[in-house]
């Protein structure tokens, strides 16, 4: 019973650093969600990419993100659920859907969407503790992100989403 202190001190320091952001990351308050992320790495890997996932959509006059109103004015009580859905979107629909010959581009692709998967993660255990809750105007705001994708074939529309991914990183960045 003598080294349990220093083993009970041992172990909360182990989890408070545990807890600490990694250099880079920011903690993003999403409704009474906190996460830990680094937009930059994201952003890097994207700006990385992005000519060449761009020039690959055919269809410059619509967009999927920022159709009027799509993430603009989201409430802060329904910032989590959003995020929460948007990250699942890209997880299970667009990164999927988004290979090209280049595998650098692939590289690239991979590591983002291991990123948001991580997230998704996180937000998922909010989401379960009821601390992620879906207001109707988040619902109705994600069914149109899912309306605007589901009007073009699976490739373009993986391609337009993965290219618009400067338009979330923007809004969590503002919303943060």
């Given at each position: ?20 952001p ?49 993430l ?13 859905h ?27 969407a ?42 373009s529309a ?19």
């Amino acid at each position: 019973m003598r080294g349990s202190p220093l083993s009970l001190c041992l172990l909360s320091m182990s989890c408070w650093v545990n807890l600490m952001p990694t250099a880079g990351d920011k903690i993003f308050h999403f409704g009474t969600c906190r996460v830990s992320m680094s937009v930059a790495e994201i952003r890097a890997g994207f700006t990385a990419i992005k000519a060449n996932i761009q020039s690959r959509d055919p269809i410059r006059s619509l967009s999927i993100l920022s159709h009027p109103h799509s993430l603009h004015k989201v409430k802060s009580s329904d910032r989590c659920c959003i995020t929460h859905h948007l990250f699942s979107f890209y997880v299970d629909k667009v990164f999927k859907h988004c290979r090209t010959e280049d595998s650098f581009v692939n590289r690239k692709i991979s590591s983002i969407a291991n990123s948001f998967l991580s997230l998704r993660r996180r937000l998922g255990q909010c989401h379960e503790q009821n601390n992620c809750v879906c207001g109707e105007e988040s619902t109705e705001k994600f069914k149109q992100i899912l309306a605007n994708y589901e009007g073009l074939n699976v490739t373009s529309a993986a391609m337009k989403s993965l290219g618009e991914l400067d338009i979330l990183l923007d809004w969590m960045e503002k919303s943060h």
